[in-house]
């Protein structure tokens, strides 16, 4: 499907200060053009933001003409900036104007920040619990859960008695996390978000205000299609290093699909200022410069896997090690990143 999205708003609140600080909702309504066909669509998520990586992800369900799910990620342009002024979504779809559907559209493009409110002192409830039950539907089994649930509880604010949650959840499938909304009554909170890991989908759910129990439902997004990977990368190495010193690094590659991936390389970018030493077995170093890239910039080395297949279910480690440069300060920060990207059949 191809097409074009416009928001006619976006807004993002936070909280700033505090352990949930950069953690918070969106509230947002776009057009999305597809032929001769608009629809007006509303979609409400919640937000945070992962310092080591640099990203604002966003978790977001639509309402209107079309019904599914946006998973986006806002980030710099220019890395260290603060400036988080690029936008990539996925836009999930599974029912357009009572017609059922399955498709994803790749959404792209930049964030121009207009004005930004602060409330002071504002009032917050906080919520913490560990809920154990059953599951019944698609997954039956025991499921063990626990609520984080944050919300404004100031009669001062526009944005009273709404707020986010995080479900994190044990269960035979896997372990897991729903992303929701929150918007409370007297009577009871009603929780509305996204669930990516195990399974795909819609999350509804409600708290009773007087027992506190939860009542959870889940709208598989996935269900029919045939088996996909779900892909992700991590790099663990220290945050800082000193002349001289040898560090040693892992990167970690998991399919937590049920699918198998195939043609895939992981790419490692290494600060400037370290000597590569070794690496697991088929590792392969480039050392990228001017001939490179268009940018005037210092060469730095690039190290590369490939891998053919990464089967469902899986985790593939590879480590290396580096040695840091003299004429640096100590305890200098490195700037080590990994991704993932798609290879084509040789």
């Known amino acids: ?5 416009a928001f006619n708003y976006f807004d993002k609140i936070d909280i700033k200060t505090g352990v949930f600080a950069d953690k918070g909702i969106f509230k947002s309504e776009f057009i999305l053009t ?5 629809y007006l669509n509303q979609c409400d998520g919640m937000s945070y933001l992962n ?13 209107g003409p079309m019904y599914g799910i946006i998973e986006g990620v806002i980030q710099e342009s220019v890395t260290g900036s603060n400036n988080y002024d690029i936008y990539y979504a996925t836009l999930s779809i599974v029912q357009a104007e ?8 790749k959404i792209a493009g930049n964030i121009t920040y207009q004005m930004e409110t602060e409330y002071p002192n504002t009032q917050l409830y906080y919520l913490q619990k560990m809920l154990e039950g059953n599951s019944v539907g698609h997954y039956n089994g025991n499921l063990s859960t626990t609520l984080t649930l944050l919300r404004v509880n100031d009669i001062n604010n526009p944005y009273n008695n709404e707020g986010f949650s995080i479900i994190s959840f044990n269960s035979n499938l896997g372990a897991g996390s729903i992303y929701t909304t929150v918007k409370y009554n007297v009577f009871q909170t009603k929780l509305e978000g996204v669930i990516t890991k195990p399974i795909y989908g819609l999350a509804s759910a409600t708290i009773d205000e007087k027992t506190k129990n939860l009542s959870l439902s889940i709208t598989r997004l996935d269900y029919g299609l045939s088996p996909q990977p779900d892909l992700s990368v991590k790099l663990f190495s220290p945050d800082r290093a000193s002349p001289g010193q040898t560090v040693s690094c892992t990167v970690e590659v998991r399919n937590d ?22 690496g697991t077995e088929g590792c392969y170093l480039q050392i990228l410069g001017l001939e490179d890239w ?15 297949i990464i089967p469902a279910k899986s985790t ?14 100590a305890d200098t920060t490195l700037g080590c990143s990994a991704e993932l990207y798609k290879t084509q059949e040789e």
């Open 34 to 38: 597809v032929g001769n066909a608009s």
């Open 1 to 5: 499907m191809i097409g074009t999205l």
């Open 257 to 278: 699909g049920l699918g198998a991936a195939e043609n895939y390389a992981v790419l490692v970018e290494l600060p400037s200022q370290c000597k590569y030493l070794s």
């Open 316 to 329: 593939i480690k590879f480590n290396y090690q580096i040695v840091i440069k003299g004429g640096i300060f």
């Open 98 to 105: 009572n017609q059922q559907m399955i498709d994803k559209i």
């Open 51 to 63: 310092e080591k990586e640099r990203k604002i992800y966003l978790y977001g369900n639509v309402k």
């Open 294 to 308: 268009v940018n005037e910039q210092d060469p730095w080395p690039l190290l590369r896997w490939d891998m053919k």
